[in-house]
């Protein structure tokens, strides 16, 4: 390739012999881009990364599986179990007269569990479900359907109401007693929903709270017992 040639590719021109009659030099004509042949390239290379790109997002959506009736309704029904364990703590908390190491779980409940409520909500909204049971009717997705409040360590009213009223060493006790339960009851539900969730942040999400809930309850019996 001459020098003039290849001047030419790398300026998007060619040099046509003759042209400038009047003076006999070579006159430089501008080509269109579809006539440089390192448009092309740059072209069918780009060509080639979009579509391995696409296909590459394509794929991992189409890798990741669709939430079952166990992810959601875990996500729905704990979300209801952890809004109970929310106000037993914020009950507990504001009682003057409690144990200062029970008030500080109690603190770390309220705001641990809080907080894994909002990620329950933000999963059912990614998930297109609706963001809380409105049946009234909860485990069924683990086939033992039952009203929202008959759930695995829901406190009855009655229990809260006690909790409400209590102070000093019975409120400790009480409040550490239902906590015990509710985390129980939650641990049942967290297992059989790591074991039948069908996407992966369910199953590590379930897998959180029962290591969590565990340690807490370990935390809560050896108060209870001292």
């Known amino acids: 390739m001459s020098i003039d040639a290849a001047r030419d590719l790398e300026t998007n021109t060619e040099t046509v012999p003759g ?14 881009w579809y006539r440089n042949p ?5 072209l069918i290379l780009a060509v080639l990364v979009l579509a391995g790109t696409g296909g590459f997002v394509l794929g991992e959506r189409n890798a990741i599986p669709d939430p079952n009736s166990t992810d959601i309704g875990f996500l729905q029904d704990m979300r209801a179990h952890h809004e109970q364990a929310v106000e037993m703590s914020l009950v507990f908390f504001e009682k003057p007269d409690v144990d200062p190491v029970l008030k500080v779980i109690a603190d770390e409940i309220l ?7 909002g990620r329950m909500i933000q999963l059912l909204r990614e998930y297109g479900a609706t963001e809380a049971n409105e049946s009234g009717t909860g485990m069924i997705w ?9 759930m695995p360590g829901i406190s009855s009213a009655t229990e809260i109401e006690s909790l409400y009223k209590a102070t000093g060493a019975e409120a400790d006790r009480i409040f550490v007693t239902l906590m015990i339960a509710h985390h129980q009851g939650g ?9 039948h969730a069908n ?5 590590k999400f379930a897998e959180g709270i029962v290591s969590g809930q565990r340690s807490e309850i370990s935390e809560l019996q050896r108060l209870l017992a001292a």
Do not use: C, R, Y
């Open 19 to 32: 042209a400038g009659a009047d003076t006999g030099d070579n006159a430089v004509v501008v080509l269109a």
């Open 38 to 42: 390192w448009n092309i390239g740059a």
């Open 111 to 117: 705001i641990g569990q809080s907080i894994e409520i």
């Open 142 to 150: 683990m086939g033992h359907p039952v009203p929202l409040d008959h």
């Open 187 to 195: 641990i049942a539900m967290a297992e059989h929903a790591f074991e």
């Open 199 to 203: 996407t992966a942040e369910v199953k």
